[in-house]
């Protein structure tokens, strides 16, 4: 069974600093790796995907890597800002029945 | 992408009744999912739901409590019957597009609080 593990659950840092949000995943076996953003009460969005044969993408200030034999992926942003407050889920996608596996996130706090 | 939309956004109800959660996509799309996320939880499937097919459930969830529909590939509801405190929670659904590298997109989510 796939289990996903995102620690800290909560990170405070200080405006401009440069930051590392690590996943682990038991099962290296995946298809592709999902970053998502979600804001208090809201619904989730899309930062990137990494499909299992890439080692990493980038978007604007973020950047996400995956090594797969280590089950590991991280996301780096960089420069942050207050408005990058929010909790921070990544999800694996095993292709069992299409089953996404979430981790329980990382609440981030920029503060000003 | 795709621009999903969810009704309703929020509501609170009272035990013992029933709420029927919408879910509206702006294309086409094979495969419908269903999640609920409980406070200060993650994500956990309830469903799949494809259209012309009965909804395939996840361990921990039935069909009497939470039917779904899929009338078509834009549409589907997630029914939420007889319900408790403990279904207090936002329901999420997702699609996947057919060929997309498995991408999965939400909707914005419908907030549950049972009274």
């Known amino acids: 069974k796939q289990e996903v593990t995102q620690i800290p659950a909560a990170l405070s840092v200080p405006e401009g600093e440069n930051l590392v949000l690590n996943c682990s995943f038991t099962?290296?076996?995946?298809?592709?790796l999902q970053w998502f953003r979600q804001d208090p009460g809201k619904g989730l969005t899309s930062l990137l995907l990494?499909?299992?044969?890439?080692r990493e993408q980038t978007s604007g200030r973020l950047n996400a890597s995956l090594d797969k034999s280590s089950g590991r992926s991280t996301l780096y942003i960089a420069a942050s800002q207050p408005g990058d407050s929010a909790t921070y889920l990544c999800?694996?996608?095993?292709?069992?029945?299409?089953?996404?596996?979430f981790g329980k996130g990382i609440t981030l706090s920029v503060r000003p | 992408s795709a621009v999903i939309s969810q009704k309703p956004s929020r509501d609170i109800c009272q035990r013992g009744t029933s709420l029927t959660i919408q879910c509206q996509v702006d294309?086409?799309?094979?495969?419908m999912f269903w999640y609920r996320q409980q406070p200060g939880q993650s994500l956990t499937l309830i469903a799949t739901?494809?259209?012309?097919?009965?909804?395939?459930?996840e361990s921990g969830f039935v069909i009497d409590k939470f039917p779904i529909s899929r009338p078509n590939l834009t549409f589907s509801t997630l029914t939420v019957s007889n319900m408790s405190p403990e279904d207090s929670s936002i329901y999420l659904c997702?699609?996947?597009?057919?060929?997309?590298?498995?991408?999965?997109?939400f909707g914005p989510g419908t907030r549950l609080t049972v009274t």
């Open positions: 997702s699609v996947e597009f057919a060929g997309a590298l498995y991408e999965q997109y």
């Open positions: 099962d290296s076996a995946i298809y592709n």
């Open positions: 990494i499909q299992s044969s890439q």
């Open positions: 999800a694996v996608y095993t292709g069992a029945n299409s089953k996404l596996t």
């Open positions: 294309s086409q799309v094979t495969m």
């Open positions: 739901a494809n259209q012309g097919s009965e909804a395939t459930y």
